[in-house]
């Protein structure tokens, strides 16, 4: 395990005061490391798990060449040019039911999509494309297949022996059916990081308390609850936790002793008045950041004992947006997963102006919709106050105004990260 220090020292142009923010991901890869342990699982519980091991497939799917289409099986060896084909039916082949008898040259066989194809036949023909002939004969107009139509080979999807899918794969739906395709009833996937979680500031009630002036009610626990659950990461919620060193390094205690990552939210801005930077700063190996991007500047980021801690910042949308910025790929490293970048950024025309000023990274909240000319665009959700969570409501993505961009002009092309399966 590499110390802050050391990692800083790789790391050109560190600045702790002033990090530009595509420093915070390589600064983060080389703090996180994936959870070892694995657990054995059913595909129906696979959904979002993460591959330990590749997985080879013991089987060709499908198994047999086998018709893709409702029609007539042939050796399409018989096709000329330019002439139509007459041939006599011998039988019929259903799917799960394979025809046992041989076709011979001058014959077709009915078959059925998924009905194996018979050893010799390499074509089929729809049955919509055939002509009645006499009795037991169908008739192939001219030109309407080439020998090898519709027909699907063995192993065209996988192949026995290979590798179907690769460690690090997230689990999506497609590879949840596909790995029961290939009849395995389980499948090892890496164990869920547990990151521990809670609220600190003397102002935050929890659900249940009565208002009091000046104190408002805890929202960033179930953001943050929200975000976690959409990764798929087991969540450890340890509360409110009041500005007492006692209390507070009794959570972050707890904390380190049952986690793998620690999040926390408020208490690490500049000026805070608090005992939670203090307090990391005394249980742990911490950095204090100031971030050049909006919002979202301050973040604590170290270990403590052995879980990675995330000290982010009070404000709900600071919140969200430093997660879904920083955490998230972080977690995903965690987690064990190949792909930690974000998900492809859409480019949307810019509904209206923005000034920026090079040398930082902006996030507006944006709510991306489709143009009158079919293309994307996207207009922000007006007040961009770092507080204003119903604004992350009305947004479907943000605006990303990168670390050397300007102002932008109504009219410019502007990336958007959006929130769907995200946030
Ligand atoms: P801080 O980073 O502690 O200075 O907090 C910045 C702002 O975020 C303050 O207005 C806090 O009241 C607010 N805040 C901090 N934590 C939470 C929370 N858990 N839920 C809702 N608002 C919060
Ligand atoms: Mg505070």
Request: net charge neutral.
């Amino acid at each position: 395990m590499k110390t802050l220090d050391a990692i800083a020292a790789e790391l050109q142009g560190y600045d702790p005061q002033a990090l530009p923010a595509p420093m915070v991901d390589a600064f983060l890869a080389r703090l996180v490391q994936p959870v070892a342990g694995v657990d054995e699982i059913g595909i129906a519980d696979a959904l979002g798990r993460v591959l330990a091991d590749d997985v080879v497939s013991p089987v060709s799917v499908p198994p047999h060449d086998n018709s893709a289409m409702d029609g007539y099986a042939f050796d399409g060896g018989q096709l000329k040019a330019g002439a139509p084909l007459s041939l006599q039916v011998v039988g019929t082949a259903l799917a799960g039911k394979a025809w046992q008898g041989k076709v011979a040259t001058g014959q077709a066989l009915k078959i059925m999509t998924g009905a194996v194809m018979p050893a010799g036949l390499d074509t089929v023909v729809p049955q919509e494309f055939t002509r009645p002939a006499a009795e037991g004969r169908i008739e192939i107009p001219a030109d309407v297949v080439r020998p090898g139509d519709n027909r699907r080979l063995a192993g065209e999807d996988l192949m026995a022996g290979r590798p179907a899918l690769l460690r690090g794969e997230r689990l999506g739906p497609a590879a949840c059916g596909l790995l029961a395709s290939l009849g395995l009833p389980t499948v090892r996937v890496v164990r869920r990081p547990r990151v521990a979680y809670f609220s600190t500031g003397d102002e935050i009630l929890s659900l249940g308390e009565p208002p009091r002036e000046g104190a408002v009610y805890d929202s960033n626990r179930y953001t943050v609850r929200g975000l976690l659950a959409r990764l798929g990461c087991e969540v450890i919620d340890l509360g409110v936790v009041r500005d007492e060193p006692a209390l507070l390094e009794q959570a972050f205690r707890t904390a380190a002793a049952q986690a793998d990552a620690i999040i926390t939210s408020g208490g690490v801005s500049v000026g805070e008045a608090d005992f939670t930077k203090a307090m990391m700063r005394q249980l742990g190996d911490v950095a204090f950041w100031r971030i050049a991007m909006r919002p979202g500047r301050p973040m604590a980021v170290g270990r403590i004992g052995d879980a990675v801690l995330f000290g982010l910042p009070g404000n709900p949308v600071a919140v969200m947006v430093t997660f879904l910025a920083f955490v998230r790929p972080a977690l995903l490293r965690m987690m064990g997963c190949r792909d930690t970048a974000p998900p492809p950024l859409l480019r949307a025309r810019s509904l209206e102006a923005m000034r920026k000023k090079p040398g930082r990274t902006e996030y507006q909240r944006g709510i991306v919709s489709t143009g009158p000319d079919g293309g994307l665009q996207v207009r922000t959700t007006g007040n961009q106050g770092s507080g204003v969570l119903s604004s992350m409501v009305q947004a479907n993505g943000l605006i990303v105004l990168h670390h050397a961009q300007g102002s932008v002009a109504a009219g410019d092309t502007v990336d958007v990260m959006m929130f769907e399966g995200v946030a």
